[in-house]
């Protein structure tokens, strides 16, 4: 369910041109198996992935377009049935000439309005005629790539990825919907929004608003309370799905049926803008903490700081508490600067980010993640740390 809110990436191509090696190379992971026989790829191998500079993606392997025999046909289906979830294709060749079953990958990606990139791979052994390559540049405006698996450099990949990034549909970064795999027209949705000293005089935080939008958007019927009234409210009705405040998450979570659907704001907005599997993989890493490690609290607004403000003081007692370890939190406001190295932490929890856009707060955790540092955020450290973070994500399928 999740993997369809980002982007996918097709490859395709004859058996044998270096398909699953150039996912390899562009990954620098052995995701796909490789051999010198055609049709090493059978079936079609999806991966997700974050990409430099990109973000989460979805890789996806198929097999030879050109496969014969009862079997071989069987695959080619499958791999044409793969074009429908493609959001890009990348046309993988061993030589520089069209044959009739790339021309008839373009015929399909033209008609099915998808955009792709080609990969002139092998250069190393079959060294590139340019002229050939620039009439099928001329005549169809596509980029192409020359590129060989066998190079050594580390970053090889990178004009690739790059033509990834340029040619990638913008509406394939936005997933269309908050909620939308979640309800359908006529759900009833109960939102626990608590009105406490943090809230803001007379209004409601932008993500509970977005939400109440996202539901009506997806035809849903909305109940509104504060989490005080949860018993009350679910006397009187049964929602299909329960958001909820991320502080009122083990109330409302003892309140609700098991059977009903519960997860935050906090953790629907991480899906919906950040990297989810990231986020969800740093979480369980909270375990890991030792006596003495430091984890890096990053607040995008630079609001002012009450005496129990959930960046400040609640997260780090309710770490500390369900560790058990002495930590050292530090947090950072705004747009900061994140002081001295960032692999100097083991955690790095970032805020909702309602402020930020999905591109701003994967960038704002970029240096984490590509330091390998774990990276969360409030609602599933909290949901974490009170542990009910498996109920909270089980929505998603997780
Ligand atoms: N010399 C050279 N060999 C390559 C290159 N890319 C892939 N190969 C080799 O070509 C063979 C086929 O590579 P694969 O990646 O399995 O090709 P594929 O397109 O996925 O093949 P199928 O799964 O069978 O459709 C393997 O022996 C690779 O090591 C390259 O750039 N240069
Ligand atoms: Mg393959």
Not at 4 to 29: A, E
Not at 302 to 311: A, K, L, P, R
Not at 327 to 351: A, H, M, N, R, W
Request: with cysteine; proline share 4%; aromatic share 8%.
């Amino acid at each position: 369910m999740l993997n369809s809110m980002k982007p996918h990436i097709g490859i395709f191509g004859k058996r044998n041109v270096g398909k699953s090696s150039v996912i390899n190379s562009l990954t620098g992971q052995e995701i796909s198996i490789v051999s010198e026989h055609a049709g090493t790829t059978t079936d079609v191998v999806y991966k997700s992935i974050e990409l430099y500079d990109i973000g989460p993606v979805v890789f996806m392997d198929t097999a030879g377009i050109d496969d014969d025999g009862e079997l071989g046909h069987k695959r080619v289906l499958t791999t044409l049935k793969a074009i429908k979830k493609i959001d890009l294709a990348v046309m993988v060749m061993a030589a520089d000439d069209l044959g009739r079953h790339e021309l008839e990958l373009i015929k399909t990606f033209t008609k099915k309005k998808i955009a792709w990139i080609m990969v002139r791979n092998k250069v190393d052994i079959f060294p590139v005629m340019p002229d050939k390559l620039e009439k099928i540049k001329n005549k169809y405006f596509c980029d192409i790539l020359t590129f060989s698996c066998k190079w050594p450099s580390k970053d090889k990949g990178r004009d690739i990825i790059g033509a990834i990034k340029e040619n990638l549909p913008e509406k394939s970064f936005n997933m269309q919907s908050i909620m939308g795999d979640l309800v359908q027209r006529g759900s009833h949705v109960l939102m626990i929004c608590p009105v406490d000293s943090e809230a803001p005089e007379g209004r409601l935080i932008l993500p509970q608003v977005q939400a109440i939008r996202d539901a009506l958007d997806n035809d849903c019927i909305i109940t509104i309370a504060k989490e005080h009234e949860i018993d009350l409210v679910l006397k009187k009705i049964n929602p299909d799905l329960v958001i909820t405040d991320s502080q009122a998450f083990f109330k409302v979570s003892a309140a609700v049926p098991a059977d009903i659907p519960l997860t935050s704001f906090s953790i629907l907005f991480a899906r919906f803008k950040g990297d989810f599997e990231t986020f969800i993989h740093g979480t369980r890493q909270i375990d890991n903490l030792k006596n003495g490690d430091k984890v890096l609290i990053l607040e995008s607004c630079t609001h002012h700081v009450n005496e129990d403000d959930i960046g400040m003081v609640k997260i780090p007692r309710w770490i500390r508490n369900y560790t058990g370890m002495q930590l050292d939190f530090e947090t950072v406001s705004g747009f900061d600067e994140i002081p001295g190295e960032i692999s100097d932490y083991k955690l790095v929890i970032q805020c909702g980010g309602c402020m930020f856009t999905g591109k701003q707060l994967l960038n704002r955790v970029a240096p984490a993640i590509e330091k390998k540092i774990p990276v969360t955020n409030y609602g599933m450290a909290i949901a974490y740390a009170l542990g009910i973070f498996d109920r909270a994500i089980s929505v998603f399928g997780h």
